[in-house]
């Protein structure tokens, strides 16, 4: 299993962009597919976008295509969001998960970050 660890998260204003970021422990980083959920106030958590292994391959919610950007760094064990236009709707916290295959489902990964706080006022 690999550890890992978010941040990057903040207070920003609808336009902004940021970005986040899940630093992996552990060697088998590039085994694992990678994806980001994130969990609104009093909602449920809910699937952002995923990536293959290689990173050759993304998948993202409606709601985020076209904003959000997932992308991975296999070297440096390093998996990012890159969101952009953000806009009130957006605010919730965001976990990353390291998983066997790319699904939007929680059920298909393993381990799981604390979260990062991402907030976006209007």
């Known amino acids: 299993q690999v550890q890992l660890v978010e941040s990057g998260g903040g207070l920003v204003q609808a336009g902004d962009s940021l970005r986040l970021s899940c630093a992996a422990s552990?060697?088998?980083?590039?085994?694992?597919?990678m994806g980001w959920f994130r969990q609104a106030p009093g909602k449920e958590r809910d699937f952002v976008a995923s990536?293959?292994?290689?990173?050759?391959?993304?998948w993202y919610a409606d709601s985020v295509r076209g904003r959000f950007t997932i992308s991975r760094d296999n070297a440096g064990n390093t998996v990012y969001l890159q969101m952009n236009r953000l806009k009130p709707e957006d605010t919730a916290v965001y976990y990353c998960a390291a998983g066997t295959i790319p699904n939007p489902k929680e059920g298909f990964y393993d381990c799981w970050g604390q979260g990062t706080q991402v907030t976006v006022s209007s």
């Open positions: 990536i293959s292994p290689s990173g050759g391959r993304n």
């Open positions: 552990g060697r088998t980083f590039s085994s694992y597919a």
